[in-house]
T-cell receptor
Framework: DTAVSQTPKYLVTQMGNDKSIKCEQNLGHDTMYWYKQDSKKFLKIMFSYNNKELIINETVPNRFSPKSPDKAHLNLHINSLELGDSAVYFC??????????FGQGTRLTVV | QKEVEQDPGPLSVPEGAIVSLNCTYSNSAFQYFMWYRQYSRKGPELLMYTYSSGNKEDGRFTAQVDKSSKYISLFIRDSQPSDSATYLCATTIKAAGNKLTFGGGTRVLVKP
């Protein structure tokens, strides 16, 4: 019974394409996040939603647009993909101020 | 300069040894401190968290925070090959929407 699940796990696509990554959590948490992990393993927050409301929007290109249809789901849509977008994208959720539960990641490769 | 600095390693130790991991941070406003473990091709999983200076123990793991020096540590006693992973320190400010700021991770290899 996966707590935070992302689909797809792997995504290979060409430059210029538009793609989406989906995330669902069954923990009943109010807050969901998108993090990006680069090739050097550096993990950095992109967005945070609390009860479907955007509360954190780090310096991320406009090509990235999160959408939260309800508090259990947070999707990430990326337009006009670039080579530099290749990374592992992690969805996470939390209820308390500290413990964030992460999904297994989506490995995006732009060719 | 990154807000949280962490030696990338790799750190290679024999089975049974003590693993010592460290991070330094620059923002004195950070209130909570965490250690996550990440196995290859998996998501990070929380190991330890603390909000005060001092030590916190959980089984073979001890987290240590020194707010005056802005220094956080994780010690793993009696290390096992299954402890081989990347360890990430993270901090957060309660008022910042639980935004976690991570170190770059230290890769640990425990050899049998």
């Amino acid at each position: 019974d996966t707590a935070v699940s992302q689909t797809p796990k792997y995504l290979v696509t060409q430059m210029g394409n538009d793609k989406s990554i989906k995330c669902e959590q069954n923990l009943g948490h109010d807050t969901m996040y998108w993090y990006k992990q680069d090739s050097k393993k550096f993990l950095k927050i992109m967005f945070s939603y609390n009860n479907k409301e955007l509360i954190i929007n780090e310096t991320v290109p406009n090509r990235f647009s999160p959408k939260s249809p309800d508090k259990a789901h947070l999707n990430l849509h990326i337009n006009s993909l670039e080579l530099g977008d290749s990374a592992v994208y992690f969805c996470a959720s939390s209820q308390t101020d500290t413990e964030a539960f992460f999904g297994q990641g989506t490995r995006l490769t732009v060719v | 300069q990154k807000e949280v600095e962490q030696d990338p390693g790799p750190l290679s130790v024999p089975e049974g040894a003590i693993v010592s991991l460290n991070c330094t941070y620059s923002n004195s406003a950070f209130q909570y401190f965490m250690w996550y473990r990440q196995y290859s091709r998996k998501g990070p999983e929380l190991l330890m968290y603390t909000y005060s200076s001092g030590n916190k123990e959980d089984g073979r793991f001890t987290a240590q925070v020194d707010k005056s020096s802005k220094y956080i540590s994780l010690f793993i006693r009696d290390s096992q090959p299954s402890d081989s992973a990347t360890y990430l320190c993270a901090t957060t400010i309660k008022a910042a929407g639980n935004k976690l700021t991570f170190g770059g991770g230290t890769r640990v290899l425990v050899k049998p």
